[in-house]
């Protein structure tokens, strides 16, 4: 059985940074693509930054030039880093172990992050 784990979320200020990590069970790591994902209060889920078995990478426009995506494949993580984090970037993220538009794959329980103003 697959499992995703999502962690470190949390409360910053707006300008600060976070790391978010999603560690996988079940599944050959390193043959799934994988995404990060968010959803604000009242908003669909959209999708952060996508990242490839090459390790070719997709934004979001929102954040691009703020959040890396990146892959360790010995470890079975994704990571999200944000930096200069905005109120608007507040949603809970989520993985997933699919294509970029979300239709197919896992998902973790996913992580809060809240940035204050």
């Known amino acids: 059985q697959v499992q995703l784990v999502e962690s470190g979320g949390g409360l910053v200020q707006a300008g600060g940074s976070l790391r978010l990590s999603c560690v996988a069970s079940g599944s050959i790591f390193r043959f799934n693509t994988m995404g990060w994902y968010r959803q604000a209060p009242g908003k669909q889920r959209e999708l952060v930054a996508h990242i490839t078995i090459a390790k070719f990478t997709t934004y979001a426009d929102s954040v691009k030039g703020r959040f890396t995506i990146s892959r360790d494949n010995a470890k079975n993580t994704v990571y999200l880093q944000m930096n200069s984090l905005k109120p608007e970037d507040t949603a809970v993220y989520y993985c997933?172990?699919?294509?970029?538009?979300?239709?197919?794959?896992?998902w973790g329980q996913g992580t809060q992050v809240t940035v204050s103003s």
């Open positions: 997933n172990n699919g294509p970029p538009d979300g239709s197919r794959g896992y």
